[in-house]
């Protein structure tokens, strides 16, 4: 399995930004994927994740109805679409993968491990 970040990189507070995972190695038809990010000097942070099996999308509280997280089965390919960015968005956001049923069910802040990360990409958004 593997999962590789791509975009992301500076972005100015109310601008927008995109960031990309590839994958490899594993069915969308049977994992979870979400996105994660580590915010210097805090812990990490569950972003967004979809559940595979009936689509339902979870999204953290602090990007809730500004980040859409949405994904490509034939292209093997998910994405994070980040709106209305605030500094807070600042870090490092990683792509990961977990064979689950309940994983995203059960919400970000259950603290599910998930099993397959990218490397991590980074986001800075001044003000």
């Known amino acids: 399995v593997q999962l590789v970040e791509s975009g992301g990189g500076l972005g100015r507070t109310g601008e927008s930004l995109s960031i990309s995972c590839a994958t490899s190695g594993f069915s969308f038809d049977d994992y979870d994927i979400a996105w994660f990010r580590q915010i210097p000097a805090k812990d990490r942070e569950g972003v967004a994740c979809?559940?595979?099996?009936?689509?339902?999308?979870n999204y953290g509280d602090s990007v809730r109805g500004r980040f859409i997280i949405s994904s490509d089965k034939d292209k093997k390919m998910f994405y994070l679409q980040m709106n209305s960015l605030k500094p807070d968005d600042t870090g490092k956001y990683y792509c990961a993968s977990v064979k689950s049923m309940v994983a995203c069910e059960l919400g970000l802040d259950f603290g599910y491990e998930y099993d397959y990360w990218g490397q991590g990409i980074e986001v800075t958004v001044s003000s």
């Open positions: 979809i559940s595979h099996m009936d689509g339902r999308r």
